[in-house]
Antibody
Framework: EVQLVESGGGLVQPGGSLRLSCAAS????????MTWVRQAPGKGLEWVAS????????YYVDSVKGRFIISRDKAKNSLHLQMSSLRADDTAVYYC???????????WGQGSLVTVSS | SYVLTQPPSVSVAPGKTASITCEKD??????VHWYQQRPGQAPVLIIS???DRPSGIPERFSGSNSGNTATLTISGVEAGDEADYYC???????????FGGGTKLTVL
């Protein structure tokens, strides 16, 4: 059974940093692209970042470029999102998801809430 | 900016058919995927590649895509179908994954 479990969310002050993690199990982690998708309170889904199977390619939505870094650890079957220079509009539930055939998201975690506030 | 346009809300009586649209110029040239998100839950993939249903998704859910409109159709709507629905595609030219704004389905 595919499982994705996010952790690391919490309350952080504007300008601060936070690192999200996603523990993957039930599939061959090293053979799938992975992604982060976020959802601000009461809003829709927004794709944030994606990373290739071997970590050699990374893509970001414009609003987080230069502030967020997506990475993965093949040995630990884990996905990470290092977030810095956080702003109030980064407040959201962040979902980890598996990318299938490079174009859609077939499994999702339960989400991790990040709140940016003073 | 990149826009996939969905109606904010759709209402339907139980047992009837609901149609949720997703519009973009020449969307028919892309593969469109649909997700269901019930309140307080993570999204679930319900349609991939315009019309394919993943294992476990009821046949009541179907999809189509042509021209400038992709459509999610839910037949015999049930109370449990009340949720937000999102369309999504991957733009191979820009390497971006894009979601529509979402449609709230209300079962009357």
């Amino acid at each position: 059974e595919v499982q994705l479990v996010e952790s690391g969310g919490g309350l952080v002050q504007p300008g601060g940093s936070l690192r999200l993690s996603c523990a993957a199990s039930g599939f061959s982690f090293g053979t799938y692209w992975m992604t982060w998708v976020r959802q601000a309170p009461g809003k829709g889904l927004e794709w944030v970042a994606s990373i290739k199977e071997d970590g050699s390619e990374k893509y970001y939505v414009d609003s987080v470029k230069g502030r967020f870094i997506i990475s993965r650890d093949k040995a630990k079957n884990s996905l990470h999102l290092q977030m810095s220079s956080l702003r109030a509009d980064d407040t959201a539930v962040y979902y980890c998801a598996r990318i299938n055939q490079l174009d859609h998201f077939d499994y999702w975690g339960q989400g991790s809430l990040v709140t940016v506030s003073s | 900016s990149y826009v996939l346009t969905q109606p904010p809300s759709v209402s339907v009586a139980p047992g009837k058919t609901a149609s949720i649209t997703c519009e973009k110029d020449n969307i028919g040239g892309y593969s469109v995927h649909w997700y269901q998100q019930r309140p307080g839950q993570a999204p679930v993939l319900i349609i991939s590649y315009d019309s394919d249903r993943p294992s476990g998704i009821p046949e009541r859910f179907s999809g189509s895509n042509s021209g400038n409109t992709a459509t999610l159709t839910i037949s015999g709507v049930e109370a449990g179908d009340e949720a937000d629905y999102y369309c999504q595609l991957w733009d191979t030219r820009s390497d971006l994954w894009v979601f529509g704004g979402g449609t709230k389905l209300t079962v009357l």
